[in-house]
């Protein structure tokens, strides 16, 4: 890869952050201008798309429940919207070839459906983007999302599969088989520690998948998400997801430079691109009112709508194939990128705020609700809280020991996002409840008056900054304290109002040398 795609890749990256949008827009438009520019993309930007790909899978598979695919609001909520989505969109494809509009005047049924059915997918880099970077990924709409993608993501495998010249060899029933290696992938994660082998053998595991499926023919993608998946209880799967986060994130760089490459638009391309991009507002709405009717809380589905409110990767190779197959005209390709490229920037827009604009509309979004909405959208209460501890991972977690030791008159709670991880604290006898802190709605539940001291020991800033935000808005008048890794972090998080931030790097030394001067019977250091 030449310097001038390095230069322009980050400077368009880097400009696009400057007015606090996500770089991958800037990746998209450096693709764009590459490709004006006359570079070839080559076979060293697609290897580099194909890996980021094959391991956001990986990662995915790491984090799935995949008992949660079996609920009704991930399954139903995936194919009834997809049906519904080729059914609207095939019935308007076919009304616009009645008009005359080019490109859409020279469909037939046939290829309106296959479009439809292309546009019928959201994409799953960049809602676990938007996750990731919310640090949502374990939230009740999370796993929605993460759930409908996977079921999306099968259904464009199979598709994939049955449009190929050959067909899944007879050595495809020996995959069943896989669960039985589950230790043996185990113990060698184990076995590599926590140093730089860790990361190198999630993605040798990963591509093992991928290589697998291949010789099996079937697709390289779901055998990486099947290997993170089979890794997934495993002890040492959050700490692998984590090593990979950076090397995921650098070679899907790849990804977004290469939807600039796959053709150069016309103005009509252009033109029939966005009309595609303005039926979003439309693709967004029919989840919200599905995932409602599915019982789904008001505020889950809102954010799960507005999530998947994009074209996906998926919808390009589909179409991809329908050109290569002749089913479908070479500019549709080019339509799709464009469409694709779209979808992403108003995505992004639309998600950069999705709790605050809930917040303000949630009286109007309520009324979507059911009478009686699903067990797993309910609230637990922290009854009699005094103390609030929002995050209980490992920083959170020992707050909490520390504060129950020495502080036994207030009532000291934890509240966590993920359910797995506050089962775990409450069998150890914790009070610790599943809830969102930046939910409005959990808020307005709790008794804020009682509450003395919120601590806010989440992974994420953006989080914290997002509950702030959401505190102002509740009117609490009490203390909070915060954690923080770097030091423009913790003044932003000062000048927000917050009383007390505890910087992880800076401060965890002083706690050591204090903790280690006890041995000696010094009490404190002066």
């Given at each position: ?103 859409f005047s020279d469909l037939n049924l046939n290829s309106a459906i ?358 102002n808005i509740a009117d609490y008048s009490g203390k909070v304290a ?45």
């Amino acid at each position: 890869m030449e310097y001038s795609w390095i230069f322009i890749a980050f400077t368009f990256g880097f400009l696009v952050k400057q007015i606090n949008l996500p770089p991958l827009i800037g990746y998209l438009i450096a693709g764009y201008i590459l490709n004006i520019l006359g570079f070839d993309s080559g076979s060293s930007l697609q290897t580099l798309a194909d890996f980021g790909v094959t391991l956001l899978l990986f990662t995915i598979g790491l984090k799935l429940n995949l008992k949660s695919l079996l609920k009704p609001e991930i399954w139903a909520g995936s194919s009834v919207h997809m049906a519904a989505t080729v059914l609207l969109a095939t019935t308007v494809f076919v009304g616009l070839s009645a008009t005359g509009l080019k490109y859409f005047s020279d469909l037939n049924l046939n290829s309106a459906i296959l479009i439809a059915f292309a546009i019928s997918f959201s994409s799953t880099v960049l809602a676990v983007k938007i996750l990731e970077d919310k640090g949502e990924m374990k939230s009740r709409h999370g796993q929605i999302i993460i759930g409908i993608l996977i079921i999306q993501d099968i259904a464009a495998v199979i598709f994939l599969t049955f449009t190929t010249d050959t067909l899944p060899s007879i050595w495809a029933l020996a995959l069943l088989a896989l669960p039985l290696a589950r230790p043996l992938m185990g113990n060698i994660l184990h076995r590599t520690g926590h140093g730089e082998m860790l990361p190198l053998a999630g993605i040798f595991l990963a591509f093992s998948g991928g290589e697998l499926f291949e010789l099996a023919g079937l697709k390289a993608d779901l055998g990486a998400l099947v290997f993170g998946i089979l890794l997934s209880s495993d002890i040492k799967a959050n700490e692998l997801s984590k090593s990979l986060l950076n090397f995921k994130d650098l070679f899907l760089i790849g990804f977004f430079l290469s939807i600039g490459f796959t053709a150069l638009p016309t103005l009509d391309m252009l033109g029939t691109a966005l009309i595609l991009a303005i039926a979003l507002p439309l693709k967004s709405t029919l989840y919200f009112i599905w995932l409602t009717r599915l019982k789904l809380r008001g505020r889950s589905a809102f954010l799960t709508a507005l999530n998947l409110a994009n074209y996906s990767e998926f919808g390009l190779i589909i179409c991809s194939v329908c050109v290569m197959k002749g089913w479908l005209g070479s500019e549709w390709l080019v339509i799709m990128s464009l469409a694709v490229a779209f979808s992403f920037v108003f995505s992004t827009f639309i998600n950069a705020n999705s709790h605050l604009v809930y917040s303000r509309w949630k009286s109007f979004i309520h009324k979507f609700e059911t009478p009686v909405c699903l067990p797993e959208d309910y609230f637990d209460h922290p009854k009699g809280a005094e103390i609030l501890i929002i995050g209980m991972g490992r920083v959170g977690a020992g707050a909490y020991k520390t504060l129950t030791m020495r502080s036994s008159k207030h009532h000291i709670w934890g509240v966590d996002a993920d359910k797995q991880r506050v089962d775990i604290h409450k069998s150890s006898g914790r009070q610790v409840i599943v809830g969102d802190a930046e939910d409005a709605d959990f808020w307005d539940n709790i008794q804020l008056e009682k509450l003395k001291l919120i601590m806010l020991a989440m992974p994420s800033h953006l989080d914290m900054l997002e509950v702030l935000q959401q505190l102002n808005i509740a009117d609490y008048s009490g203390k909070v304290a915060a954690i923080a890794r770097y030091p423009d972090d913790k003044n932003e998080l000062l000048n927000k109002g917050v009383d007390v931030v505890f910087n992880l790097y800076e401060e965890a030394g002083a706690g050591f040398a204090q903790e280690s001067l006890g041995l000696l019977g010094i009490d404190a250091i002066r």
